[in-house]
């Protein structure tokens, strides 16, 4: 890895990183510090519907299933949180997919490769300040979480372990979703098709998770959606049991994805 470039690569994504976090970052620091009032409105009412026209497999669906009680900010948090979660994911699909697409397509990866870095240098170079924006974009996040909530929450709340598990299984729903736009990236020469291929993923993959809890025939499809194995509100349970097993798969693809990627990478021709 050529130091010089992953600075040069973290500078890149400066503009965007910003952007995305003042947006998001903004709506994280108004829903926390509304907590007093906010918590006050009946969970119906709020939504405003009658949830009893629900049955009880589209209110699991909807993460539903049990109102929160919004009076408590763990439950409070976990509920308005998935608000800001779930675009994250889009912006990590977007950091992975436009890591080579963007270069090859402007014409500015011959240059690259033609410097004293090897095609496996180019590639894990952007891979890794990717995965470093995405860090710092979920532990920033996580910063303002922590001290809005020091602000709005009651004093006798113990808050900061569920804001970080939050986050913390956050990041990896994410960093499968960066994975994979990284890996579509090698396949395109357009990071504008590439980015509405990698986004369609988010979209389908994440509905497919919210839709599949309805059928007993289609909950197992529950599996292949990342967000839902990071869902806030069941996160922040007491003895909430980490689905390993799964996590463990999903890392197992995410690698599978950057093999894919060095393998494409490696023998394409940069001209597009």
């Given at each position: ?67 929160p009680d919004l009076s408590e900010f763990k439950e409070y948090f976990a509920f308005f949180i998935q ?190």
């Amino acid at each position: 890895m050529n130091l010089r470039f992953y600075v040069c690569e973290l500078r890149r994504q400066a503009l965007s990183f910003s952007l995305w976090f003042l947006l998001l970052g903004s709506m994280t620091a108004l829903i926390l510090y509304h907590f007093p009032t906010i918590s006050s409105v009946i969970m119906e009412a709020l939504l405003g519907m009658n949830l009893s026209a629900f049955t009880q497999e589209m209110k699991s669906s909807l993460n539903i299933g049990l109102l929160p009680d919004l009076s408590e900010f763990k439950e409070y948090f976990a509920f308005f949180i998935q608000i800001i979660t779930l675009p994250v994911c889009f912006y990590a699909s977007s950091l992975g997919v436009t890591a080579l697409s963007e270069d090859i397509g402007e014409g500015t990866m011959d240059f690259l490769c033609a410097q004293p870095i090897s095609r496996l240098g180019v590639l894990v170079t952007k891979l890794l300040s990717r995965v470093t924006t995405l860090l710092a974009f979920d532990f920033a996040l996580f910063l303002l979480s922590a001290i809005v909530a020091s602000i709005s929450a009651p004093k006798d709340t113990a808050y900061l372990g569920a804001v970080f598990a939050v986050f913390a299984t956050a990041f990896l729903s994410h960093l499968i979703f960066l994975l994979i736009g990284f890996c579509v990236s090698s396949f395109w020469s357009s990071a504008a098709s590439a980015s509405s291929f990698s986004f369609a993923i988010v979209f389908f993959t994440t509905l497919v998770g919210l839709i599949a809890p309805i059928s007993s025939v289609t909950s197992w499809l529950r599996v292949v959606s990342p967000f839902h194995y990071a869902v806030p509100s069941e996160v922040v349970v007491p003895g909430y049991v980490y689905p390993a097993i799964g996590w463990a798969l999903l890392l197992l693809g995410g690698a599978f994805c950057v093999g894919l990627s060095y393998l494409r990478f490696y023998k394409r021709d940069l001209a597009g």
